[in-house]
């Protein structure tokens, strides 16, 4: 970033002319709120949701609105003709953008080269850091092996902060297990349960690294699916078991719900009836919560039924 900024002359202005004015009249000067994960003198990164807008936006007021109603962290004027060619497509994306001023009256460009190489910098260090795929020998053959993904290098260049490189980390984690978990899916769906078993391991392996409760939950539960196909029912059981309690520590009903109706069944088929019991204490407590319309009220009335004659058999 300075190599770059001494290039462009977009060095970082003065603490002085980063103002922050109040929402209403009189519109007075106010003091920046504490920010105890701000580094003095370097970028901070935030994740959120971008609104874009085809108009200028000076009105503080509609600023705090979006924040208020819909936890807005900018507003920009370029990525929602992006955001329209990727919905199209079935794609996602990422918008990157530099903050340089408050969306209020007092606008200038003071801060706006700065942003932009701000900007520039952490897209560069995701990309960088980046898993990449192995070129494939055959990529003519449409039953070859899927690409493998390889671990991303660190990246330490020039003038990069620590906290761009951790949040540039933390999305290019996400984005690969997240192609990962479409990978081992896939081959799946393919038959090639080993290949999506091995996919599913690697994909763990990252959302460990990267301390992302969802996305470990739901690999949890990829490991699980791949186990149960793959015939291995001891994994499959303790699989689906992690990831229902996950999914339970996430409140997350619904998922821990698909988990345990095909947790139940397994246990059962292997005599684990008391180790089933309070999966199934579970499933009817949320049956009875769920609204009458529930997707897979029907799917949970049948395990019910097969874990009661079970206990019937049992005892």
């Known amino acids: 970033m300075q190599r770059a900024a001494n290039l462009v002359g977009a060095t970082r202005p003065e603490p002085s002319t980063d103002v922050l004015h109040a929402s209403r009249p009189p519109f007075q000067a106010l003091k920046h709120p504490l920010d105890r994960k701000r580094i003095e003198g370097q970028p901070r990164i935030f994740f959120g949701p971008i609104a ?3 108009a200028l936006l000076k009105d503080p007021v509609d ?5 208020e109603q ?3 962290k900018a507003v920009e004027m370029e990525a929602s003709g992006i955001a329209d060619a990727t919905w199209m497509q079935r794609a996602g994306y990422l918008a990157v953008r530099g ?18 190489l701000v900007a520039a910098a952490y897209a560069r260090s995701v990309i960088e850091r980046m898993a990449s795929d192995r070129p494939s020998a055959r990529p003519e053959d449409p039953s070859a092996e899927p690409l493998a993904m390889t671990p991303p290098m660190p990246y330490r260049g ?15 984690d996400q984005l690969a ?11 799946g769906r393919n038959g090639a349960w080993e290949t999506a078993r091995q996919l599913a391991e690697q994909s763990l392996a990252l959302a460990k690294r990267s301390d992302q409760p969802l996305l470990l939950a739901e690999t949890y539960r990829l490991l699980a699916d791949t186990a149960l196909h793959g015939l291995d029912y001891e994994n499959a059981k303790l699989f689906y078991e992690e990831a229902a309690r996950r999914f339970d520590a996430l409140d997350l009903p619904k998922d821990a719900s698909t988990a345990r109706l095909l947790l139940v069944p397994l246990l059962l088929q292997f005599g684990h009836v008391e180790r089933s019991a309070r999966h199934v204490a579970w499933l ?4 009875g919560r769920a609204e009458p319309g529930t997707e897979d009220r029907s799917d949970i009335e049948d395990v019910l039924r097969l874990a009661d004659a079970a206990q ?4």
């Open 177 to 187: 297990i997240t192609r990962l978990h479409a990978h081992a899916r896939q081959r």
């Open 158 to 172: 020039v003038g990069t902060s620590l906290s761009m490189l951790t949040a540039a980390d933390h999305i290019v």
């Open 70 to 72: 819909h936890g807005v």
């Open 284 to 287: 009817r407590t949320y049956l």
């Open 63 to 67: 600023r705090d609105r979006l924040r």
């Open 312 to 315: 019937e058999s049992a005892t």
């Open 99 to 116: 903050i340089c001023d408050y969306c209020d009256k007092y606008q200038n460009d003071d801060w706006h080269r700065y942003a932009a």
């Open 52 to 54: 874009s807008t085809n």
